[in-house]
């Protein structure tokens, strides 16, 4: 008779609610298992036709060293989760091991009775920092490592859910847009003797873009015919130089190499981009790169979903929107910068800003964060796509170009829509590409729009 072995106590257990926490599951998982340990989850372990609920609990009663918690108000509400809290309090006790339960706090929450005493790993501050405090303490606990398979099982739960390639292109829109023409000049102008340089330097008195130099600045904006750069702001015109020839080959009559030429053409251009948006009524935030990203809020931006209709791509999104679960508004926002390589070109980079009122930016740099975190994790690349597409529509008034006005009656013209390159390879999308949580696109079921309400300053 062969006697058989209790299989034994191996496995990392991750305890949490579905789909809501699956994102941050699938990251702890991977990193864990890419560490050796041998890591149970239902989004890494589980495929269709096995009964789950089964499997669960039994890698929970027979295979499971420890249980990971994961924590958030409402995974903790979960029946689920409840169930195999209880099943980890048991085992807790039969295995003698006060620390069998490790809660890992994604967001604040108020711990069941069950685990009142348990002390959390915080990952609200930080994915990787909780980690590396997780990791720190299952060595301190001889938690072992060098499950068999470990790399293999890393490698399959980083292509979960990834779609094929074939062999066929694809057009790409980028978050490129191509400058289409530059001003002809660019001008050198010095504050004159007895003024004030500092003032004659400082940007905010300028009405158009200047970069100082010297005893000056770098501008395509020149004096006026009264010899001013602004009112009460005198200058003289000292040198101009074409622009093209600036950016090949510098200028170094006054000092400026071709590398340091780009630099300050890129600056000008980003100013501009920031005075137009100023222009359209459009707010400013600063991140945490001092970048600012340009966002509009319920009086100056469509509340309604945007239109774009381009040869290639035509479709609608909201550019702002509310958000019932969370009271709060989202607004789309946008950063650019501008580049000349490979191709001279404006870069835009997307972010979320975050209101209560619709007009007024969250200050809480921290629950900023940990709303841009949680808030767009199910939003997919098609979603962020369409928004800049729509984003850029509405800028543009539906028109082929963006005039970033450097100076009077001279522009920088940004061509629109958003570059489109081909890539020789296409991707076989699954089936089921889920929805995007927190979209007004999708059903109710899914999130629940409310109608915007008028909100007094």
């Not at 609920?53 to 039994?58: D, K």
């Not at 980690?131 to 470990?150: I, M, Y």
């Not at 979320?352 to 709303?371: Q, T």
Request: glycine residues 8%; proline residues 6%; hydrophobic residues 40%.
């Amino acid at each position: 008779m062969v006697e058989l072995k209790t299989p034994s106590r191996t496995a990392l257990f991750i305890s949490h609610a579905t789909p809501e926490d699956n994102h941050f599951v699938r990251w702890l998982g991977a990193k864990l298992t890419a560490m050796g340990y041998e890591v149970w989850a239902d989004v890494m372990r589980l495929h269709g036709g096995i009964d789950w609920a089964r499997e669960l609990e039994s890698a929970l009663r027979k295979r499971a060293i420890k249980m990971l918690l994961v924590c958030t108000p409402n995974g903790l509400d979960k029946q689920g989760v409840r169930n195999e809290i209880e099943i980890g309090v048991a085992l807790s006790r039969q295995l003698n091991d006060e620390a069998f339960i490790i809660p890992l706090r994604l967001e604040a929450y108020d711990p069941p009775f069950r685990i009142a005493q348990a002390q959390y790993i915080d990952y609200k501050r930080s994915w990787a920092a909780g980690l590396a405090e997780l990791v720190e303490l299952l060595r301190a606990q001889e938690v072992p490592r060098g499950a068999p398979g470990a790399m293999q099982t890393w490698l399959e739960t980083q292509a979960e859910g990834a779609d094929l390639l074939q062999g066929k292109p694809e057009p790409l829109v980028s978050n490129w847009l191509q400058i289409g023409q530059v001003p002809e000049r660019i001008h050198y102008v010095e504050s004159l003797v007895g003024t004030s340089l500092e003032r004659f330097q400082n940007r905010s008195v300028h009405p158009w873009p200047v970069v100082p130099h010297r005893a000056g600045v770098i501008a395509f904006a020149r004096p006026d015919d009264a010899g001013e750069m602004a009112p009460t702001v005198p200058g003289k015109l000292v040198a101009s130089k074409s622009t093209l020839d600036f950016l090949e080959e510098g200028w170094p009559e006054i000092g400026i190499d071709q590398f340091h030429a780009r630099r300050l053409y890129a600056d000008l251009g980003s100013q501009a981009f920031d005075l137009y948006c100023r222009g359209r009524g459009l707010k400013g935030s600063i991140g945490s790169g001092r970048r600012i990203s340009w966002w509009g809020d319920i009086k100056s931006t469509p509340k309604s979903q945007v239109k774009f209709d381009w040869s290639y791509r035509r479709g609608s999104r909201q550019i702002i929107g509310q958000s019932g679960k969370r009271a709060v508004y989202w607004h789309y926002a946008v950063n650019a910068q501008l580049r000349t390589a490979p191709l001279p070109h404006i870069r835009l980079s997307p972010r979320l800003v975050f209101s209560e009122n619709g007009l007024d930016p969250i200050e809480d740099a921290k629950r900023s964060h940990s709303l841009r975190r949680s808030f767009a994790k199910g939003w997919r690349n098609a979603r962020w796509r369409d928004m800049l597409c729509a984003y850029v529509w509405w800028m543009s008034d539906g028109k082929g170009e963006l005039l970033l006005s450097v100076g009077e009656g001279v522009h920088i013209a940004v061509c629109v829509p958003p570059m489109q390159f081909s890539c020789p390879v296409s991707i076989l999308e699954s089936e089921d590409d889920g929805q995007d949580d927190d979209d007004p696109d999708v059903p109710d079921e899914v999130w629940s729009e409310e109608p915007f309400e008028e909100v007094d300053e």
